[in-house]
């Protein structure tokens, strides 16, 4: 099984609904992350947890908001979706102990906002 | 401001021959410096890693270089193979900047048979 997993894989949706991309990770880390990748730009941080009570948020939280249910869970949503967040969405996960920040991510999700 | 960039999109070789991909960065905080990896419907995975205080590393076929005074790190893949077809990533991190990762935008390498 995948140490971290986001659900859906792929969604379609429509210009202002509400929608949530979910994420689970077996790895035991404390710290989560959520990024979009978009072509020609990398990948860039959204939201980022370092425990269950702790949230910031990164370089592009406009528009997006986050909840740490559990240590192994984050869930990013979309509180009313527009077409320029049509990306492909990553969370990642690292244990925060190392001074080389490894992470780990997930498969990623790709949305369409239409 | 992109802190960090890879400024070719692309990169072509032949199988056996060198790879090299190359990423600069402006914020000379920066303590450690990552390659990911990243293949088609996948997320991207951990390559290899330089700390600041290093020029090089080694480890198989993958050696980053990192030349701090030109703000400059570049990846050499010897010799290329088919698998590593694939987008790669520079990305680097700050301890005093909590440890995020600011990554590049990518380049992706295409290894001809």
């Known amino acids: 099984d995948a140490d971290v997993t986001q659900t859906p894989r792929n969604r379609i949706t429509k210009t202002g609904k509400r929608i949530m991309l979910e994420c689970s990770q077996t790895?035991?880390?404390?710290?989560m992350y959520w990024y979009r990748q978009d072509p020609g730009l990398g990948l860039r941080l959204i939201y980022y947890s370092f425990d269950v009570k702790d949230i910031n948020k990164g370089e592009i939280s406009d528009g997006y908001s986050v909840s740490r249910q559990a240590q192994a869970k984050f869930s990013l949503s979309l509180e009313s979706a527009i077409p320029n967040q049509t990306a492909l969405y990553f969370c990642?996960?690292?244990?925060?102990?190392?001074?080389?920040?490894?992470?780990?991510f997930g498969p990623g999700t790709r949305l369409l906002v239409l | 401001d992109q802190q960090v960039k890879q400024n070719s999109p692309s990169l072509s070789v032949q199988e056996g021959r060198i790879s090299i991909l190359n990423c600069d960065y402006t914020n000379s905080m920066f303590d450690y410096f990552l390659w990911y990896k990243k293949y088609p419907a996948e997320g991207p995975t951990f390559l290899i890693s330089i700390s600041s205080i290093k020029d090089k590393n080694e480890d198989g076929r993958f050696t980053v270089f990192l030349n701090k005074s030109a703000k400059h790190l570049s990846l050499h893949i010897v010799p290329s193979q088919p698998g590593d077809s694939a987008v790669y990533f520079c990305a680097a991190s700050a301890l005093q900047g909590a440890q995020k990762l600011v990554f590049g935008q990518g380049t992706r390498l295409t290894i001809n048979p």
């Open positions: 990642a996960t690292s244990d925060g102990g190392l001074a080389v920040e490894t992470q780990y």
């Open positions: 790895k035991g880390h404390d710290r």
